[in-house]
Structure formats: C-alpha cells, structure tokens
Antibody, heavy 117, light 112 residues
Framework: QVHLQQSGPGLVKPSETLSLTCAIS??????????WNWIRQSPSRGLELLGR?????????DYALPVKSRITINPDTSKNQFSLQLKSVTPEDTAVYYC???????WGQGTLVTVSS | DVVLTQSPLSLPVTLGQPASISCRSS???????????LNWFQQRPGQSPRRLLY???NRDSGVPDRFSGSGSGTDFTLKISRVEAEDVGLYYC?????????FGQGTKVEIK
C-alpha cells in the first residue's frame, strides 16, 4: 500500500513561486516501474495534469504545455519524495493541488493553494 | 489534447436502481501496445479522487463489484448496478493513452 503525504503553503502571493512536496511511503521515487504526477483541480479547469517524473536508468520529466515554461518537478531520493515548483503564479493558479502515483492509483490528500496578495 | 466528453453531467438516481455514465473521446484510446488506457475515478465530497477502474474494465482492489466498465475505441461506459448512498459524488473518466493524460469534466451522481 502506497501512501502520499503532501506539504506546503496554502497561500502564495502573485508573481511568486508555488512550492509543494509529496512524501512517498510504500514505494520508491526512483522505482523503475512507476511515475509520479502532479495534478490540480479548479472549478474553471476541472482536473488537469501538470506533469510527471519517472526513472528508467535516468530521470525523465514530462510537463503539460500550458505550464511548461513555469513548472519544475524534482525528485529527492534521499527523502523519498518529489516536489512541484510553479513560478510566476497568478490568481488563475488557485486550485487544489494533488500528487499521485503512476496511473493515478494512489493520491495525496490535496492542498488548496490560493494565489492572493 | 484528447478531449473526453462525459454525459450526463448530472445524474439523479434512486437508491437500488442502476446508473450509467458515458465517456466519449475525441481520438481512439487504443495504444500501440494494444491496451486501452481509460480509467474511471470517484471523488466523494471533500476527498481526493479514487481510482475505480483501469484499462476500461479492471476493478481496483476494494472496489465493489456493482461498479463495471465497458467500451472500446472512443466510447466507454461506467455502470453502477444498484446505487447505494455511499456512491454519491463526482465521477471522472481519464485517458492515459495520449500525452498529456486528460480527464472528463465530471458527472455528479446524487440521490433522488
């Protein structure tokens, strides 16, 4: 059984960087058979995949086009976790953010991030 | 991006009666390996989404057998054989065949 625990601030100012972390238990961030995703959910956009990382002898990073210029997802093998950074946020980035395992079998608890001054 | 269109968007059902949700894709969801990467999720109020079915019709562990999935190509269906009170919530289809993975807009299931 995989458990994902999210952490990070719920309020970010416009133009600043949104940063969230997803700690994994029950699996490894550097497994050769999985991938790790960040998704967000808002009333205007619904559920939207932002990006994912996976390890197949080296790290691969896939980012969705709408956020590609602003997003970074990084693994932290020492802590068995992965992180999301979304820079230059605007109120449009206000959403509930989730991390999820490969094929979205397991999800984090969600973090409501509000972009406001 | 692949667009998934669900219908209906709102589904009032009577307890014990069946329910059915349609998901139509703008492109075939058959991957080059022959599999079809279409999943169904349930999201209860205030909770994270929960995967119910993967690759069209495979139930995840712990999912009641009243939930079933069918379909092929571009047309898919989620069926609940007899709706129970705990089934209230939003239901989403999701495709993982074409990058980026995309979700349907959701169907709200409520009790009449």
């Amino acid at each position: 059984q995989v458990h994902l625990q999210q952490s990070g601030p719920g309020l970010v100012k416009p133009s600043e960087t949104l940063s969230l972390t997803c700690a994994i238990s029950g699996d490894s961030v550097s497994t050769n058979s999985g991938a790790w995703n960040w998704i967000r959910q808002s009333p205007s956009r619904g559920l939207e995949l932002l990006g994912r990382i996976y390890y197949r002898s080296k790290w691969y990073f896939d980012y969705a086009l709408p956020v590609k210029s602003r997003i970074t997802i990084n693994p932290d093998t020492s802590k068995n976790q992965f992180s999301l950074q979304l820079k230059s946020v605007t109120p449009e980035d206000t959403a509930v953010y989730y991390c999820a395992s490969e094929w979205f079998r397991y999800w984090g608890q969600g973090t409501l991030v509000t972009v406001s001054s | 991006d692949v667009v998934l269109t669900q219908s209906p968007l709102s589904l009032p059902v009577t307890l014990g009666q069946p329910a059915s949700i349609s998901c139509r894709s703008s492109q075939s969801l058959v991957y080059r390996d022959g599999d079809t990467y279409l999943n169904w999720f349930q999201q209860r109020p205030g909770q994270s989404p929960r995967r119910l079915l993967y690759k069209v019709s495979n139930r995840d562990s712990g999912v009641p057998d009243r939930f079933s999935g069918s379909g092929s190509g571009t047309d898919f269906t989620l069926k609940i054989s007899r709706v129970e009170a705990e089934d209230v919530g939003l239901y989403y289809c999701m495709q993982g065949t074409h990058w980026p993975d995309t979700f349907g807009q959701g169907t709200k299931v409520e009790i009449k």
